[in-house]
């Protein structure tokens, strides 16, 4: 059984079961997602969250497609729900028994008697588009499979409580046509066989959300049931059904998951032409994550630039965010050999570039927001390992305009008091009431962690993008010396961060209350970044101190555990949550750089490949095939938060590959 898999034991276990999510994504920042045992748990779950302004304006169209299965005189229900009050009806998770990914399709077997049936859901890419199968794989007899599909329409973030809403439903013999409201685009379903089965549309109210309830949120919501499929199906056939985002032609089932599964082949053969002889050597959970890449690129076309491309930050609730896209892009698109993409997104993020500033999130209503300082300069880190990878001048050229700027604006000051300090050369960053760091929780108008001040993996980054920059100018025939004596000044001014006492870096320099002592992970980027601000005594006692104090096998811990504030357990309301992100949980992403540094230190690359391998588990732990955003800071360091996060997966991908290519 690899870690994509579950079996039949862990699959008639619903407390397992239910807690193991699934995600299928359609490139446009719509998606799929629900528990392999099949009952809707968050509000984020459902068939068909279709993006309507990729890669936003997403909104859940069908929450799911219930089989019952008629065989040798005995109806079996495959379906599992919750409903408030406690009730679990029906039960289908009793007939599941092996849950697996094929590429990045799930695949659930059900067992009723001696039949068995496979279902798998997928999304056509570029189209709000969601199928969903049932393959007789084996049985006696023919089986008559009837497919009851359900509707909303809703805001991703919201809950739907119906009231007295009707929809206007229309089963057709091809299909069930469902407008929500006047106006509005419908749903539209069709099945590649079989026939529609005229049903009165009925609500069913008070479906039971567990996890919004741990949440502290609303968690309950009602979904309309709107008709029926309907057919015969023999063993060795299937029948498939396909919900849309406005009108359905008829289509091939067969013909939509060999689609599919040529994209995923696509990927997969990418990064082996990529990775070359690395690949044969591969570790399983590799292949994998670069099919759990593809699931966080997304178009962001528009007028101005069709081709645009940007990065979800996590699903199911992120958008795309700038520093998560800039951070995320090595691993995603150069790891896994698709330099295009890291091409469109990095021209992309170059015409969104504002008073130096990179935005820091794209809400649902599209709106760029600037309130962050590492954004801009984790872009230049990506544009130079792209133009490592590539060599390419002509991209290099066009955005180095967007490059100089950044450099420009930080050195002279821009928003929210971003600005080089003249008296040592290090940039500050910082005002009441505003996080701009990657620790960046805020709870009404509390700060969490506000750093303000020099923060020391903001500034090894300055010092990473001046240099870089120095690079980018000389490959140009631009006068590079501006950028040069600028990075020596602030390598020269690194020495203050050190911290004699406690053998480790500052966290921030010069904040409102002085020198910030805290042991957190930040330093680490001192060492994993490619510039030299400390000896290579300090840092391998950075990675001596990180090893000791916050690695777990989840990733990095935010905070040191003898720290009085550290939390080690991340759950409550939206407020305990919060106050404990950045204050003990543990960061997938995190692992990457400290892998990285570990090798650079050690240079022992079996060591650091098992501390990757630790790392992957997380395969297994949240949404099967994919990695998660956060761990309890606490063993068993339970996955928490986002369970399908970019930078987590970009991070393992990224290390893998700078260790093979350095081994």
Same mark, same amino acid.
């Given at each position: 059984?690899?870690?994509?898999?579950?079996?039949?034991?862990?699959?008639?276990?619903?407390?397992?079961?239910?807690?193991?999510?699934?995600?299928?994504?359609?490139?446009?920042?719509?998606?799929?997602?629900?528990?392999? &045992?099949?009952?809707?748990?968050?509000?984020?779950?459902?068939?068909?969250?279709?993006?309507?302004?990729?890669?936003?304006?997403?909104?859940?169209? +069908?929450?799911?497609?219930?089989?019952?299965?008629?065989?040798?005189?005995?109806?079996?229900?495959?379906?599992?729900?919750?409903?408030?009050?406690?009730?679990?009806?029906?039960?289908?998770?009793? %007939?599941?028994?092996?849950?697996?990914?094929?590429?990045?399709?799930?695949?659930?077997?059900?067992?009723?008697?001696?039949?068995?049936?496979?279902?798998?859901?997928?999304?056509?890419?570029?189209?709000?588009?969601?199928? @969903?199968? !049932?393959?007789?794989?084996?049985?006696?007899?023919?089986?008559?499979?009837?497919?009851?599909?359900? @509707?909303?329409?809703?805001?991703?973030? *919201?809950?739907? !409580? *119906?009231?007295?809403?009707?929809?206007?439903?229309?089963?057709?013999?091809?299909?069930?046509?469902?407008? #929500?409201?006047?106006?509005?685009? =419908?749903? @539209?379903?069709?099945?590649?066989?079989?026939?529609?089965?005229?049903?009165?549309?009925?609500?069913?109210?008070?479906?039971?959300?567990?996890?919004?309830?741990?949440?502290?949120?609303?968690?309950?919501?009602?979904?309309?049931?709107?008709?029926?499929?309907?057919?015969?199906?023999? #063993?060795?056939?299937?029948?498939?059904?396909?919900?849309?985002?406005?009108?359905?032609?008829?289509?091939?089932?067969?013909?939509?998951?060999?689609?599919?599964?040529?994209?995923?082949?696509?990927?997969?053969?990418?990064?082996?032409?990529? &990775?070359?002889?690395?690949? &044969?050597?591969?570790?399983?959970?590799?292949?994998?994550?670069?099919?759990?890449?593809?699931?966080?690129?997304?178009?962001?076309?528009?007028?101005?630039?069709?081709?645009?491309?940007?990065?979800?930050?996590?699903?199911?609730?992120?958008?795309?965010?700038?520093?998560?896209?800039?951070?995320?892009?090595?691993?995603?698109?150069?790891?896994?050999?698709?330099?295009?993409?890291?091409? &469109?997104?990095?021209?992309?993020?170059?015409?969104?570039?504002?008073?130096?500033?990179?935005?820091?999130?794209?809400?649902?209503?599209?709106?760029?927001?600037?309130?962050?300082?590492?954004?801009?300069?984790?872009?230049?880190?990506?544009?130079?390992?792209?133009?490592?990878?590539?060599?390419?001048?002509?991209?290099?050229?066009?955005?180095?305009?967007?490059?100089?700027?950044?450099?420009?604006?930080?050195?002279?000051?821009?928003?929210?008091?971003?600005?080089?300090?003249?008296?040592?050369?290090?940039?500050?960053?910082?005002?009441?009431?505003?996080?701009?760091?990657?620790?960046?929780?805020?709870?009404?108008?509390?700060?969490?962690?506000?750093?303000?001040?020099?923060?020391?993996?903001?500034?090894?980054?300055?010092?990473?993008?001046?240099?870089?920059?120095?690079?980018?100018?000389?490959?140009?025939?631009?006068?590079?010396?501006?950028?040069?004596?600028?990075?020596?000044?602030?390598?020269?001014?690194?020495?203050?961060?050190?911290?004699?006492?406690?053998?480790? +870096?500052?966290?921030?320099?010069?904040? =409102?209350?002085?020198?910030?002592?805290?042991?957190? =992970?930040?330093?680490?980027?001192?060492?994993?970044?490619?510039?030299?601000?400390?000896?290579?005594?300090?840092?391998?006692?950075?990675?001596?101190? +990180?090893?000791?104090?916050?690695?777990?096998?989840?990733?990095?811990?935010?905070?040191?555990?003898?720290?009085?504030? %550290?939390?080690?357990?991340?759950?409550?309301?939206?407020?305990?949550?919060?106050?404990?992100?950045?204050?003990?949980?543990?960061?997938?992403?995190?692992?990457?750089?400290?892998?990285?540094?570990?090798?650079?230190?050690?240079?022992?690359?079996?060591?650091?490949?098992?501390?990757?391998?630790?790392?992957?588990?997380?395969?297994?732990?949240?949404?099967?095939?994919?990695?998660?955003?956060?761990?309890?800071?606490?063993? #068993?360091?339970? *996955?928490?938060?986002?369970?399908?996060? *970019?930078?987590?997966?970009?991070?393992?991908?990224?290390?893998?590959?700078?260790?093979?290519?350095?081994?």
């Amino acid at each position: 059984m690899t870690t994509c898999e579950l079996d039949r034991a862990l699959c008639g276990e619903l407390a397992v079961s239910q807690a193991r999510e699934w995600l299928v994504t359609n490139g446009l920042g719509g998606f799929a997602a629900g528990t392999v &045992a099949g009952p809707l748990t968050r509000r984020y779950h459902g068939l068909l969250f279709a993006a309507r302004t990729p890669p936003v304006g997403r909104v859940l169209l +069908c929450p799911k497609i219930d089989a019952e299965i008629a065989y040798d005189g005995t109806t079996y229900a495959l379906a599992t729900d919750l409903w408030r009050g406690g009730a679990v009806a029906p039960q289908g998770y009793r %007939y599941l028994t092996g849950f697996r990914r094929e590429g990045s399709v799930p695949v659930w077997t059900f067992t009723c008697a001696d039949a068995r049936i496979e279902r798998r859901v997928w999304m056509e890419h570029g189209v709000n588009r969601t199928y @969903v199968e !049932h393959r007789v794989v084996s049985a006696r007899a023919p089986l008559h499979v009837t497919l009851r599909v359900f @509707v909303n329409d809703r805001d991703l973030h *919201a809950l739907t !409580h *119906a009231g007295d809403w009707t929809m206007q439903v229309d089963a057709t013999p091809d299909g069930i046509r469902v407008v #929500p409201h006047d106006g509005n685009a =419908p749903i @539209v379903l069709r099945a590649d066989r079989g026939s529609v089965v005229a049903e009165t549309p009925v609500w069913y109210r008070d479906f039971d959300y567990p996890l919004e309830r741990e949440r502290g949120l609303d968690d309950a919501e009602d979904h309309l049931r709107a008709g029926a499929f309907d057919a015969v199906v023999a #063993p060795g056939e299937a029948i498939t059904v396909a919900v849309a985002d406005g009108e359905l032609e008829p289509f091939d089932g067969a013909s939509a998951l060999a689609r599919r599964r040529a994209r995923d082949d696509e990927l997969v053969a990418s990064w082996r032409t990529s &990775a070359g002889k690395r690949a &044969a050597s591969a570790p399983d959970w590799v292949v994998p994550l670069v099919l759990a890449a593809d699931q966080f690129v997304v178009s962001r076309a528009r007028a101005d630039d069709p081709d645009g491309r940007s990065v979800i930050a996590g699903y199911p609730w992120f958008a795309d965010w700038g520093r998560d896209t800039a951070i995320a892009l090595p691993g995603l698109a150069l790891a896994t050999g698709r330099t295009d993409v890291a091409r &469109a997104v990095l021209r992309t993020f170059a015409r969104f570039v504002d008073r130096g500033m990179l935005p820091n999130t794209f809400p649902e209503d599209g709106a760029a927001q600037y309130n962050t300082v590492d954004a801009a300069l984790w872009y230049v880190h990506a544009v130079r390992r792209y133009f490592d990878a590539t060599r390419d001048g002509w991209v290099l050229a066009e955005i180095y305009p967007a490059l100089r700027n950044i450099v420009t604006a930080y050195t002279s000051g821009t928003r929210f008091g971003i600005r080089v300090d003249p008296a040592d050369g290090l940039l500050r960053a910082g005002e009441t009431g505003v996080q701009l760091t990657w620790m960046d929780a805020k709870v009404g108008d509390w700060v969490v962690t506000p750093r303000i001040g020099k923060p020391v993996e903001v500034n090894a980054l300055w010092i990473a993008a001046l240099r870089a920059c120095e690079g980018f100018a000389t490959t140009l025939g631009h006068d590079p010396l501006p950028f040069a004596s600028a990075a020596r000044r602030a390598e020269t001014s690194f020495e203050r961060f050190w911290n004699a006492q406690r053998g480790c +870096c500052y966290d921030v320099l010069d904040g =409102p209350d002085g020198d910030d002592a805290t042991v957190r =992970p930040n330093q680490i980027f001192a060492v994993a970044l490619p510039v030299d601000v400390l000896d290579a005594a300090r840092r391998r006692t950075i990675v001596e101190l +990180c090893a000791a104090r916050l690695w777990t096998p989840a990733g990095l811990r935010s905070l040191d555990p003898r720290d009085p504030r %550290y939390t080690g357990h991340y759950g409550g309301d939206q407020t305990a949550r919060d106050a404990a992100y950045h204050q003990g949980t543990v960061w997938t992403w995190l692992a990457g750089p400290f892998v990285q540094a570990h090798r650079r230190v050690y240079g022992d690359g079996a060591a650091s490949a098992a501390l990757l391998d630790a790392c992957a588990t997380g395969l297994s732990a949240d949404a099967l095939g994919t990695l998660g955003e956060i761990a309890d800071g606490d063993a #068993p360091f339970a *996955a928490r938060g986002a369970f399908a996060q *970019a930078w987590s997966v970009a991070a393992l991908l990224d290390a893998w590959l700078q260790g093979a290519t350095a081994s």
